[in-house]
């Protein structure tokens, strides 16, 4: 009798990890996602992009590893151990924060964006492509062009490009050929939450059974 009951209550126990875990990761891959697409789309103020960018690229991210890890309360701090699992959040929110800007720059751009022939102004090779633009009527365009949207190793200063900007001047421009990210930004969620929760999980099983030794 009483093994049936300890086996009912560790199937309860179970349950209740995955269901607060599952809620846990999709907050924490959701925000790094929501956050980062938001931010353009609106736009918000640069102050607040900068606290949401923070929060989606490095903030949720590492709570996603760090809170399963001090939730081991029964653990001696110095045998606390982390499940492998968590590495994956930890990067694919980071990465949901990055592409998800550019998927959220890119609806900016297709919701108030305005189609322009521009003029390339100057052009830094040193890392990464940016070319800053000018319209042919002298009005600058910010943000720079980045190499992913058409500022090529080709271009040149003097060098005309038919470039869709952003008159609020949040999103970056581009050249009206930007890809969809939605399968990457898909798959990353759904890595970020599974791994996440199985993760917790672990962590929550290992906690117990230290507290039942």
Known sequence: MVDVITGTGARTS?????????????LCAGGSLGLSWLAP??????????????????????????VPVLLLRRVPRKKRKVAWQLIVPVIAGVALGIFGAEAGGATALEDRGVAVDAVVVSADYSSTNHCELRTVDGRDISPSLPESDGCRDSTSRGDELRVRYDPEGVASPDDGRTGSNGGLLAALFGAAVVMGTWGGVRQSRWDRAYGDA
């Open 41 to 66: 789309v609106v736009p918000l103020p640069s102050l607040v992009r900068g606290v949401g960018g923070l929060f989606a690229i490095l903030i949720l991210p590492l709570a996603s590893l760090l």
């Open 14 to 26: 179970t349950r209740s990890d995955v269901v607060r875990w599952l809620a846990f990761s999709l």
